[in-house]
């Protein structure tokens, strides 16, 4: 069952797991007719189709506002945090009062969760930001722990910049490379971890066959990248003539408000504890993995 599955990354989640076989249950919050696999929910009503969780063998849960739509106003704020809040305590209270057979709950987070990092490399117990993402990653982790209640296996994966030829994190830069501008954030010295999207949805289904991966994992790239050799990668492989340009940090805080730390703060986050899990990356590197993506473009 997917909550959550209409963004970048649900999206393609699904595609990925029906080309694999597997019924995907979908969880929306729009119309549905009876047969197609949606099942209707509203999270601020506290409103779900129990019939998707006694279907169910396994939940994913995605479900979140977009934290990069629009600048950080206390009321975007409040619907980031209350988004994930509410759709989370939903599914955690519907399985502990709804008879099922879901065995495992597979949570999204972000490496957000950990701030501004340097160039400390970041393990899964390492100590976690107290600014806005740290503290809403922190609350939505603690809100999927009431999973373990109900006797789930719980996976929670800390995703980092996802790639895709879709959207995302993407698509604004290839936009400012087509008017010959390759912009580089504050000092361009912050790390970016980043994972392709195939990658992250090759992860989640490693997690749904395999029992012993339980916990918390950063889906992360293994090579993460400075803003500034990330760009200049991008230019490369591109083989335009952009313009690397640099915009200053108060700059983009002017723009962007407390938003501007998408941007200007990073996280060299590992990805050591799931490739212990014998996982290998389809796209370990980033070359390789823009190389695919722009190959879509």
Known sequence: ????????????????????????????????????GYFHWDPEKKVIDQEAIKQADILINL??????????????????????????????????TTPNKITAVINASATGIYGHTDNRIIREESF?????????????????????????????FRSGLVLSEDGGFLKPLLKALSFGIAPVFGSGEQ???????????????KAIINEKIEGVYNAV?????????????LTQLKEGNQLIIKIPAFIMKLIMGEMSALVLEGTRASSKKIEETEFTFTYPQASYALRNILHKH
């Open 128 to 156: 976690l930001a107290t600014d806005f993402l740290g503290l809403t990653c922190k609350r939505w982790e603690d809100a999927a722990a009431n999973f373990k209640k109900s006797g789930k296996r719980l996976v929670i």
């Open 221 to 233: 790239g293994p090579c993460p990248l400075s803003n500034y050799n990330f760009m200049k990668l």
């Open 63 to 96: 479900a979140g506002t977009s934290i990069a739509d629009i600048r950080w106003t206390a009321r975007q704020k409040r619907k980031i945090i209350n988004s994930r809040i509410f759709a989370t305590d939903l599914l955690t209270q519907t399985l502990l």
């Open 191 to 205: 790390y970016q971890s980043w994972i392709h999207i195939d990658d992250l949805c090759k992860m989640i289904n």
């Open 1 to 36: 069952m997917l909550a959550g599955g209409s963004g970048l990354i649900g999206t393609r989640l699904r595609e990925h797991l029906e080309s694999k076989n597997y019924r995907v249950i979908n969880l929306t919050r729009k119309a549905v007719e009876p047969g197609k």
